[in-house]
């Protein structure tokens, strides 16, 4: 992270510690790695917008099915909070209840949203300047007699959040911020963001992946530069209304 990200890492965690000092359910600590998603309309068609997510709905960490983390398969720290500060445009977070349950073709157990794929049970509007904190206890999977009702209460329900619907006008963008504590951080080049040359395999797949990569970014030119010029025009825009801030270079 940069020195300002650092900085404004360190008040939310200041913050976060404060207000989470008596649940011993959780562990806060000091990020070290923090995420920057941009919201906003990529496709021209307007029906493809309307039927797609900006996010779908998805969990962070994996757990089993017995309500146990996953090493293997998380790069975040176990029961450490995701705290998402938001720049921009409003965004709709919603959250989905799912229940395991059994299904009569497999034989298995899987994950079912209460209400269908699509179905909510509730929703955060994240506008400019609001930090939202994704507690884990919400992922892991176990029976919440709390919540569910006396039919249910031998049902194990877990949430999962995103279903964010894309904006319908093109000029709307939404930044998060999102901090976390990951197990395993790398050095990279602040020029370039890559690995540096000491810490990559010098081996014939690797010179054959390089190649490919080339080709790729040869296809993909075009259609970068052009989605670069938007992103530039909705920063502009969000800049000018949400921020006060005069026209200028990104």
């Keep these: 992270m940069s020195p300002s990200m650092t900085r404004l890492a360190e008040i939310i965690h200041r913050d976060l510690k404060k207000r989470l000092e008596n649940d011993n359910t959780v562990s806060v600590e000091p990020f070290n790695h923090v995420t920057i998603l941009m919201y906003y309309q990529k496709s021209l068609d307007e029906k493809k917008n309307h039927k797609r997510k900006l996010l779908e709905f998805h ?16 790069s975040q720290k176990e029961k450490t909070v995701t705290a998402i500060l938001t720049l921009g445009n409003e965004r709709v977070l919603k959250f989905q209840k799912q229940l395991l349950v059994d299904n009569d073709e497999t034989g298995k157990q899987i994950w079912e949203g209460c209400g269908g794929e699509d179905s909510f049970c509730s929703y955060f509007r994240l506008s400019n300047g609001s930090l939202f904190v994704l507690h884990p206890n919400d992922e892991i999977p176990k029976i919440r007699k709390e919540l569910d009702s006396e039919k249910m209460d031998c049902t194990k329900s877990r949430f999962r959040h995103g279903g964010i619907d894309a904006f319908k006008a093109r000029n709307k963008l939404s930044v ?25 395999c010098d081996s014939a797949e690797s010179t054959k992946n390089e190649l490919l990569r080339k080709k790729l970014r040869r296809f993909r030119r075009k259609r970068l530069r052009q989605a670069d010029l938007k992103l530039k025009d909705l920063w502009r825009s969000v800049c000018t209304h949400d921020f006060d801030l005069p026209l200028g270079e990104p």
């Design 176 to 200: 998060a911020l999102v901090f976390r504590n990951v197990t395993t951080v790398l050095t990279l080049h602040r020029e370039t963001g890559k690995l540096p040359k000491s810490l990559l």
């Design 59 to 74: 969990t962070d960490n994996v757990y089993s099915t017995n309500g146990l983390f996953v090493n293997n398969k998380n």
